[in-house]
C-alpha cells in the first residue's frame, strides 16, 4: 500500500500560470479532501468529495477548482495562481465522513507563486 | 480567536526527557479530539482519537488526556527520543462533522542530545 500520494513535491509558479497538483490514494476511501497549511495558522479545508463524481467546497475554495472522476484519484487545480496562494498543500483520504475514520495524509506539496 | 490554541509554540527538550503539550479549545459540543505528529516535510499523522467520554489514550510513549469540562487536552510524552522532534497538532471534530475538523497551529518540539 502506498497510500496517500502527491505530485509533484514543489512546485515554482508565476502569477497568472495555472497547474493541477495531483493526489491519488490506493486504500478505496471514499472521502478525499484537500487541505493548505500556511505558517502560523492550522490545517484549512479548501475542497473535499465524499465519492466519485461528488464535490462540495470547504473553508478557503476560492481560486481553486476539484473533480473526482475515480474513487482513487482527487486533483486540485490552481486557475490563474496568485501570491497568497503559496502555501503547503495536503491531501487526505478516509473511509467516510463518520466521526471516528482516520484520515490519512499524503507527503505535500510546498508550492511558491512569484 | 482561533478555536484550537495550543501552547507552548515550541519547546525544546533533551533526550530522555518527558515533556507535556497543551491544548485548549472553544469548539463545542464536540465528537472527538485528535493528536496528530507532524515531521518536517511530511504530512500530518494520527497518534489518538479520543471521544468526548474518554480521559486517557495512549499510543506507546505518547498519553493523550482530556478534561471536557474545561475543553482541555494534553500529549505527554514519555522518555523522549531524537525522532520525537515534530509538530504536533491538535484536532477537534464537532458531532457529525467528519470534513469540519478544526486544527490547532501545533507545538513545534524539538528533542536535542
Known amino acids: 500500500n502506498a497510500g496517500v500520494t502527491q505530485t509533484p513535491k514543489f512546485q515554482v509558479l508565476k502569477t497568472g500560470q495555472s497547474m493541477t497538483l495531483q493526489c491519488a490514494q490506493d486504500?478505496?476511501?471514499?472521502?478525499m479532501s484537500w487541505y493548505r497549511q500556511d505558517p502560523g495558522m492550522g490545517l484549512r479545508l479548501i475542497h473535499y468529495?465524499?465519492?466519485?463524481?461528488i464535490t462540495d467546497q470547504g473553508e478557503v475554495p476560492n481560486g481553486y477548482n476539484v473533480s473526482r472522476s475515480t474513487t482513487e484519484d482527487f486533483p486540485l487545480r490552481l486557475l490563474s495562481a496568485a501570491p497568497s496562494q503559496t502555501s503547503v498543500y495536503f491531501c487526505?483520504?478516509?473511509w467516510g465522513l463518520g466521526s471516528y475514520n482516520e484520515q490519512f495524509f499524503g507527503p505535500g506539496t510546498r508550492l511558491t507563486v512569484l | 480567536k482561533n478555536q484550537v490554541e495550543q501552547s507552548p509554540q515550541s519547546l525544546i527538550i533533551l533526550e530522555g526527557k518527558n515533556c507535556t503539550l497543551q491544548?485548549?479549545?472553544?469548539?463545542?459540543?464536540?465528537?472527538?479530539l485528535r493528536w496528530y505528529k507532524q515531521d518536517t516535510g511530511r504530512g500530518p499523522v494520527s497518534l489518538t482519537i479520543?471521544?468526548?467520554?474518554?480521559n486517557t489514550k495512549s499510543n506507546g510513549r505518547y498519553t493523550a488526556t482530556l478534561d471536557a469540562d474545561t475543553k482541555q487536552s494534553s500529549l505527554h510524552i514519555t522518555a523522549s527520543q531524537l525522532s520525537d522532534s515534530a509538530s504536533y497538532i491538535c484536532?477537534?471534530?464537532?458531532?457529525?462533522?467528519?470534513?469540519?475538523?478544526?486544527f490547532g497551529t501545533g507545538t513545534q518540539l524539538k528533542v536535542e542530545l
Open positions: 487526505a483520504s478516509s
Open positions: 491544548c485548549n479549545y472553544t469548539v463545542s459540543p464536540f465528537s472527538n
Open positions: 479520543m471521544t468526548f467520554s474518554e
Open positions: 484536532v477537534v471534530l464537532p458531532p457529525g462533522g467528519g470534513n469540519k475538523l478544526t
Open positions: 486504500m478505496n476511501h471514499e472521502y
Open positions: 468529495s465524499v465519492g466519485a463524481g
